[in-house]
């Protein structure tokens, strides 16, 4: 019968290396596998001709001969026969071997595993859980750094089998069943597939003799109280890792970390602008327009005596340097800034409104030409009533 160039089956160059022959026969052994094509002759054809091509490709020594002697009955090439899959002769082929062939390269193919046949001895270690926490805190405590004590449930290593899972003396054992694979492999005509083992539970191995302490689980929960030093400069939703303070692996595995997730509560009078500490300082009028020397008392308690200038204006901004928050992975720290504000009395006695009246006959009720003429007015009005 006429044979097919096998580098045309699959599509690729006679200059082709083995990963691109490779790559070209998986791409039509997908297309044209019994399980995607179902009573498709022409399909199945298709792929026994691309099995048969990557049988010869596949194998330098035996693309060497074919590309020496090529399709020819010569007692040297060994094309025109069996090679392999049990006989590409035309019509010959055992299809139960092409599948397990298939199955062998491509593993995971069709759902089935790459690592089939391969042993576990035991329990492979697994990392536990990071765990998360959130802390509140305060502006205050936030601006110098805090203690904070926290409780919580987490796995520890079980002290009775010292994390592997087996009472003493005793070992996890290969599933016989299915040789640590985890899964059984079964086929039906083209059809393959594969389930989790029963006996072991798709774990590869079984524990006979479990731990009495964990059960085989190799760790129990149990209660923990830490004392953590949150740091000056910690700012809002900043996130602090404990390492190896989450769950504890499993069989042995490492341990996963605490995640602290900072919560600064809102503070009545003290704001954080970046990492400048901001307040408000109420002032009389006479103490804008003469001047004055006041006291300022920070968040921490700290103390700090500031000038007013002469007809300071309201929202004037006072900078006292680096007074502020402490930056974080830093020494340096931020500014106390001190915005000013005018306090008006809602309640004046009679001597008092007189006084005022008096001073605003003297000192005129016309604000300069660069303010705003709306706001002019109205005092006016007001002061007519």
């Known amino acids: 019968m006429e044979h097919k160039d096998f580098y045309s089956i ?11 022959i490779k790559k070209a026969y ?15 002759k022409d399909a199945e054809t298709k792929f026994k001709e691309a099995a048969q091509a990557y049988e010869t490709l596949g194998n330098e020594q035996k693309r060497q001969q074919y590309d020496q002697f090529g399709h020819t009955n010569n007692t040297h090439s060994g094309f025109h026969g069996s090679t392999g899959f049990g006989g590409f002769d035309g019509g010959n082929v055992n299809m139960d071997d092409i599948l397990k062939h298939f199955g062998d390269m491509f593993g995971d ?25 959130a802390i509140k805190i305060t502006l205050k ?28 003396g005793s070992k996890a054992q290969t ?11 079964y086929q039906q005509g083209f059809f393959i597939y594969a389930q989790s083992c029963s006996p072991c539970n798709g774990l590869g191995y079984i524990i006979a003799n479990p731990c009495t302490t964990c059960k085989g689980q ?11 030093s949150i740091p000056a400069g910690i700012f809002d939703n900043a996130e602090l890792k404990v390492t190896g303070k989450g769950d504890a692996g499993v069989y042995e ?46 968040i921490d308690g700290s103390k700090y005596s500031i000038k007013i200038p002469r007809g300071c204006a309201v929202g004037e901004r006072i900078v ?26 809602t309640h004046v006695s009679a001597d008092a409104k007189q006084t005022l009246q008096e001073y605003s006959q003297k000192i005129g009720v016309d604000t300069p030409a660069e303010s705003d003429g709306f706001i002019a007015s109205l005092f006016k009005k007001f002061l007519g009533n």
């Open 109 to 133: 193919a069709f759902g089935q595993k790459s690592k089939r046949g391969k042993r576990k001895a035991g329990p492979e270690p697994i990392r536990g859980h990071d765990l998360q926490h």
């Open 175 to 185: 599933c016989s069943s299915c040789q640590g694979s985890g899964q059984m492999q």
């Open 320 to 345: 006292i340097p680096e007074k502020g928050f402490f930056r974080p992975r830093g020494s340096a720290r931020g500014n106390l800034v001190i915005i000013t504000e005018c306090h008006i009395p």
């Open 26 to 40: 998986r791409t039509l052994a997908l297309k044209y596998h019994p399980d995607r094509n179902p009573n498709n």
């Open 218 to 228: 190799s760790r129990v929960q149990q209660h923990e109280v830490l004392t953590l």
């Open 10 to 20: 699959l599509g690729v160059p006679r200059t082709a290396t083995q990963d691109e």
């Open 141 to 168: 405590e936030s601006f110098i750094g805090v203690k904070k004590e926290i409780s919580y449930y987490h796995f520890f290593p079980c002290d009775g089998c010292k994390g592997t899972g087996s009472q003493k």
């Open 253 to 298: 595995g490492s341990a996963g970390d605490l995640l602290l997730r900072i919560q600064v509560v809102p503070d009545s009078t003290f704001k954080r602008i970046d990492d400048d500490l901001v307040c408000k300082l109420l002032l009389t009028y006479p103490q804008l327009v003469l001047g004055c020397q006041v006291e300022v008392e920070s």
